[in-house]
DNA sequence: ATGTCCTCTCTTAGAGGA
């Protein structure tokens, strides 16, 4: 079984790049982040014409997850991070497919930080924290995979000197992320290349992706009842090359059955 | 500081976000 992550930036305006990448891969799971479009206005006929099931909680302008099955049923069990009825963003989607907990995140950005964003940030990192340490001591397996705008060491950025202030490599955003795999989590990309230079984002400016000047900041984090099942891991590096690109690569997993 | 690209609007230019 093959789980994706990637971060569209637009699924209308990626639509066809999207489309195209389905089709040559065929993941039986992806999840989307930055869908950067309204609940309604998600492209489901052209989703179910390439063979998915799909469920998402879209939004205006920004953010929005979604979940989408290829010949899967798709058992939606929460649309909303738990622990503050206040956050509207939509940027947590949980379904079970095929046995499997799938948790689709768009953890926040935080820049600038210092500042608000940067609080939300951490505030969201918070409960999205206590919701994995939930989840973890169940009895399923467990992915959480999306886009955690985290930087997890200096081997997962091209120059990390030049990140040290960003909300993506802040001393207080690594801690967050190391306790969070204090759990007992499995890193899936780095487990199975722990000392290989591997990015899932390349900034549009200064030609970053054609000089692979990357961050590595979308994840795959796997309960032990998954990480006995990792076979394969890796980045469709190739489709960030292509024309009206996300400025995020897909990432992947293979499980045994 | 800047670069680019997305989406939306007090819409064809500018703002906000990444």
Not at 121 to 131: A, I, P, Q, S, V
Request: glycine share 8%; proline share 7%; hydrophobic share 40%.
């Amino acid at each position: 079984m093959k789980i994706a992550t990637y971060n569209v930036n637009g699924i209308n305006g990626r639509l066809p790049v999207l489309l195209r990448w389905l089709e040559e891969t065929t993941p039986d799971v992806a999840c989307l982040q930055e869908l950067k479009a309204p609940e309604e206005k998600f492209p489901l006929q052209a989703i179910t014409d390439a063979g998915y099931n799909a469920i998402w909680h879209g939004q205006k302008s920004w953010n929005g997850v979604a979940i989408l099955a290829h010949n899967m049923e798709i058992q939606e069990v929460r649309r909303v991070l738990p622990g503050d009825p206040e956050d509207l963003h939509s940027r947590y989607i949980e379904a079970i497919v095929n046995g499997i907990i799938i948790g689709c995140l768009y953890l926040p950005n935080g820049n600038p930080a210092p500042g608000p964003k940067f609080d939300y940030k951490m505030d969201w990192f918070k409960r999205f924290t206590k919701h994995a340490a939930e989840l973890y001591v169940g009895k399923m397996p467990v992915v959480l995979a999306g886009d955690y705008n985290v930087i997890p060491t200096e081997l997962d950025a091209y120059k990390p000197e030049r990140w040290t202030e960003d909300a993506l490599f802040r001393p207080e955003t690594r801690e967050a992320f190391k306790k969070l795999m204090a759990q007992g989590w499995t890193d899936a990309l780095r487990k199975l290349h722990p000392n290989e230079t591997i990015y899932t984002f390349w900034d549009y400016f200064r030609d970053a992706y054609g000089r692979n000047a990357g961050l590595r900041i979308d994840h795959f984090l796997l309960n032990p009842q998954l990480d006995k099942r990792l076979i394969n891991a890796g980045v469709d590096m190739n489709v960030r090359g292509w024309e009206k690109s996300s400025d995020h690569g897909p990432v992947w997993i293979e499980l045994a059955d």
